[in-house]
């Protein structure tokens, strides 16, 4: 399976900024998605990110506080904008190798303050 | 959407005994059913997966199975060890386009 890392691995933030994640896959990929998982959660997808096209968002999640990028077949970032205590949690970027495998990097651990 | 429901939530063994934990799903349409492993400070594995094609899959001390009419499937760890120690995760595809909707979570402790 594909080699996922993610920048940074964690990070401590003040409230009402903005934090960057860089998730980078060594081997070209159609599909990327990026999840949330808050302290002791299931996963939640955030969205879906093709290369090429807009990223599509689910129910609950915007593009103002959650803008991705996706240059290229084989990176994406996901900004977490204007950062409140809520935003408190790992968030993970996967890929997509098969009809719906999906493989998860190491996930990035956010903590607001 | 899909709903999918994970019991146990906390699992705790002996060491060499067997875990089996269930997740039961309501879209009738679902056709992928992944097992997920979730070490603390890392991302998700993927460790076993089955495709509505097929009834039961094993992988050395892993197996899963699924059973469609009652729409639930179910992971068996046996001879637990304690580097099994791990949050587990099922999965099933749903909503369209690519996406899979995970179930809350089982916390399995292996006690040596």
């Known amino acids: 399976s594909a080699v996922i890392s993610q920048k940074p691995s964690r990070d401590i933030c003040q409230r009402g900024t903005s934090l960057t994640i860089q998730c980078q896959v060594d081997s070209q990929v159609t599909m990327m998605f990026w999840y949330r998982q808050q302290p002791g959660q299931s996963l939640t997808l955030i969205a879906t990110a093709n290369q090429g096209s807009e990223a599509t968002y689910e129910s609950g999640f915007v593009i103002d506080k959650f803008p991705i990028s996706r240059p290229n077949l084989t990176f994406s970032t996901l900004t977490v904008s204007n950062m409140s205590p809520e935003d408190s949690s790992i968030y993970l970027c996967?890929?997509?190798?098969?009809?719906?495998?999906?493989?998860f990097g190491p996930g990035t651990r956010l903590t607001v303050t | 959407g899909e709903n999918v429901e994970q019991h146990p939530s906390t699992l705790s063994v002996q060491e060499g005994d067997s875990a089996v934990i269930k997740c039961t799903y309501s879209?009738?349409?679902?056709?992928?059913f992944p097992w997920y492993k979730q070490e603390l400070g890392k991302g998700p594995q993927l460790i076993i997966d089955?495709?509505?094609?097929?009834g039961e899959k094993k992988d050395q001390r892993i197996a899963v199975t699924l059973n469609k009419t009652a729409k639930h499937f179910s992971l068996h760890i046996t001879e637990t060890q304690p580097e099994d120690s791990a949050v587990y995760f099922c999965a099933t595809d749903s909503g369209g386009y690519q996406k899979v909707t995970f179930g809350t979570g089982t916390k399995l402790q292996v006690i040596p």
């Open positions: 996967s890929v997509e190798e098969g009809a719906y495998e999906q493989y």
């Open positions: 879209d009738s349409a679902s056709n992928y």
């Open positions: 089955i495709r509505s094609n097929v």
